[in-house]
């Protein structure tokens, strides 16, 4: 096993982090939902030659997809665990995640009348919650077979996509727990819609990158490659995760004096996509996300400035790019803190009182 860092007691600002880390991926989700699957091609050809720079490009209301739907459910399925902790009373950590994912179901207007009916919570009466965002197949086929997937009974077991990993994040925010936990914790959940091994470990390494980050307090590559390194020791280790990440951190270090390009097509001759992928994958989406935000760290001028940065990086590519933008964007909130979100976009984003409240309790729940 890879040694894990010690982390103990939250940082003194872990409150920005908890907030910067989701409000950071609604904000990329927003601005790859834009875009949904278009080809790099599409993009310059409605946005020109730079591609998709801004929020400010929309031509209505700015929107966030399933991505950020999914995590503030993750959120409040761990707020109910906190609540039953504060009480005294264990629960099922796996088992209040599969409710609060049915929960969501329910909104997307899917009744599986063979699971258990969850008893309603606030967030479920939010109607910004129950607009359809093109969630993931999986995710839907997954939570529709009215049972609770698990490790030993998997469902989707070719499932790859990256529905499980775009909801991880907020696991990575548990402090007063090892990283081993949160990982443990983070693949068990994605074991709920998705049964194939990528997307679990997937899962699992994000959350193990965000945890680094948010309370252990490391540097983003420091962090990126414990990641890399935990992925690497799991049992049965998928090689194409590994693969992956290693590409992109290895590209990632290659000089990129033009880094405030959006799109970065010339990487060895090739384009990001090529050697990446597109971010449909689970470990696709994962290594795009860590490209972007490692390949623009050193160019960038301020917290902000990085964000823009890696996120215009982030979505102009063919394929997922509110997946991947929403991963990217999570990072380095958890990384920054709120002095990574861009004030503008802020002022542009849906139900930002939504998100600060949940991410909120979750801080009084964890922090006090």
């Given at each position: 096993?890879?040694?894990?860092p010690?982390?103990?007691?939250?940082?003194?600002?872990?409150?920005?982090?908890?907030?910067?880390?989701?409000?950071?991926?609604?904000?990329?989700?927003?601005?790859?939902?834009?875009?949904?699957?278009?080809?790099?091609?599409?993009?310059?050809n409605?946005y020109?030659?730079?591609?998709?720079?801004?929020?400010?490009?929309?031509?209505?209301?700015?929107?966030?997809?399933?991505?950020?739907?999914?995590?503030?459910?993750?959120?409040?399925?761990?707020?109910?665990?906190l609540?039953?902790?504060?009480?005294?009373?264990?629960a099922d950590?796996?088992?209040c995640?599969?409710?609060?994912?049915?929960?969501?179901?329910?909104?997307q207007?899917?009744l599986?009348?063979s699971?258990?009916?969850?008893?309603?919570?606030?967030?479920d009466?939010?109607?910004?919650?129950?607009h359809?965002r093109h969630?993931?197949?999986?995710?839907l086929?997954?939570?529709?077979t009215?049972a609770?997937?698990?490790?030993?009974?998997p469902?989707?077991t070719?499932?790859k996509?990256?529905g499980?990993?775009?909801?991880?994040?907020?696991?990575?925010?548990?402090?007063?727990?090892?990283?081993e936990?949160?990982?443990?914790?983070?693949?068990?959940?994605?074991?709920?819609t998705?049964?194939h091994?990528?997307?679990?470990?997937?899962?699992?390494?994000?959350s193990?990158?965000i945890?680094?980050?948010?309370?252990?307090g490391?540097?983003?590559r420091?962090?990126?490659?414990?990641?890399?390194?935990?992925?690497?020791?799991?049992?049965s280790?998928?090689?194409?995760?590994?693969?992956?990440l290693?590409t992109?951190?290895?590209?990632?270090?290659?000089?990129r004096?033009?880094?405030?390009?959006?799109?970065?097509?010339?990487?060895?001759?090739t384009?990001?996509?090529?050697?990446?992928?597109?971010?449909?994958?689970?470990?696709?989406a994962?290594?795009?996300?860590?490209?972007?935000?490692?390949?623009?760290?050193?160019?960038?001028?301020?917290?902000?400035?990085?964000?823009?940065?890696?996120?215009?990086?982030?979505?102009?590519h063919?394929?997922?790019?509110?997946?991947?933008?929403s991963?990217?964007?999570?990072?380095?909130?958890?990384?920054?803190?709120?002095?990574?979100?861009?004030?503008a976009?802020l002022?542009?984003?849906?139900?930002?009182?939504?998100?600060?409240?949940?991410?909120?309790?979750?801080?009084?729940?964890t922090?006090?």
């Amino acid at each position: 096993m890879t040694s894990q860092p010690a982390f103990n007691a939250p940082p003194t600002d872990f409150a920005s982090r908890v907030q910067g880390t989701l409000m950071g991926g609604a904000l990329g989700d927003s601005l790859g939902y834009l875009l949904t699957h278009d080809s790099l091609a599409t993009i310059k050809n409605k946005y020109g030659p730079a591609g998709l720079l801004d929020l400010s490009a929309a031509n209505a209301p700015v929107h966030f997809s399933h991505c950020t739907q999914m995590t503030l459910y993750t959120v409040d399925g761990l707020l109910e665990v906190l609540e039953w902790a504060n009480e005294g009373v264990g629960a099922d950590i796996n088992a209040c995640q599969w409710l609060a994912y049915l929960r969501w179901l329910k909104t997307q207007g899917v009744l599986v009348e063979s699971a258990p009916e969850p008893l309603a919570r606030w967030i479920d009466s939010q109607s910004v919650l129950h607009h359809q965002r093109h969630p993931a197949k999986a995710c839907l086929t997954g939570l529709g077979t009215g049972a609770m997937g698990t490790v030993f009974r998997p469902v989707n077991t070719e499932s790859k996509d990256c529905g499980a990993l775009v909801r991880s994040a907020p696991y990575g925010l548990l402090p007063n727990i090892p990283t081993e936990t949160v990982y443990k914790i983070s693949s068990d959940a994605a074991s709920l819609t998705h049964g194939h091994p990528i997307a679990r470990q997937s899962a699992g390494t994000l959350s193990w990158l965000i945890h680094a980050l948010a309370v252990g307090g490391m540097g983003l590559r420091e962090a990126a490659e414990s990641a890399r390194n935990r992925a690497a020791v799991e049992p049965s280790a998928d090689p194409d995760l590994l693969a992956r990440l290693d590409t992109a951190l290895t590209l990632s270090t290659l000089d990129r004096s033009d880094s405030s390009r959006s799109a970065p097509e010339p990487l060895c001759g090739t384009s990001l996509t090529d050697v990446l992928g597109q971010g449909n994958l689970a470990e696709e989406a994962l290594a795009i996300a860590i490209f972007s935000v490692l390949a623009t760290a050193n160019a960038a001028s301020s917290p902000i400035d990085h964000f823009l940065q890696a996120v215009r990086i982030a979505v102009n590519h063919d394929g997922a790019s509110e997946a991947t933008a929403s991963i990217a964007g999570s990072i380095l909130g958890a990384f920054y803190g709120e002095d990574a979100l861009p004030p503008a976009w802020l002022t542009l984003s849906e139900a930002p009182q939504l998100i600060r409240q949940l991410g909120s309790q979750f801080i009084r729940l964890t922090a006090g």
